[in-house]
């Protein structure tokens, strides 16, 4: 008959959770920090699945593809207040910005897509957008609805 040690348990649930930890490749650890991310800076006005709220938050699932369609549209995602006011470091919201596009589109294939490095987020960062809805109106405002959806 054998007696159970807890500490053997707990010692085989750490060198588990250790290897799980460090086995993960950098890519997968990478989307898990920006998707937390996400949880924690954006989810509260834009919730877990991108949606928003009608009329107030602007449906990311809708708007994401379309501002990355056009130019000025990358910039304009870094400057909002949500994005260039988070306490984000540059990378973290380089990530999150790449995750909500991978992620948030609804399967829309973003051609031509090519990730933000944390470069180009400082640079974006460093100017002011003074009126977010007259931006983005003039970005995609003639774009919104073409596919049925509506955006805010």
Partial sequence: MTTHNPNQHARLWSMLAFVFLFS????SAGEARARADYMVHCQGCHVQDGSGFPGKVPDL??????LISVEGGRAFLVRVPGSS??????????GVLNWMI?????GEEITGF???????VTRYRATRLDDVFATR???????????GRTTE
């Fill in 102 to 106: 991978t992620n948030l589109t609804e």
């Fill in 114 to 120: 090519t990730p933000y490095q944390p470069e180009e």
């Fill in 85 to 94: 006011q988070s306490a984000l470091s540059d990378a973290g919201l380089a």
């Fill in 137 to 147: 109106d003039a970005l995609i405002g003639h774009l919104e609805g073409t596919d």
């Fill in 24 to 27: 993960s490749s950098p890519t």
């Fill in 61 to 66: 699932r809708a708007t994401l593809p379309l």
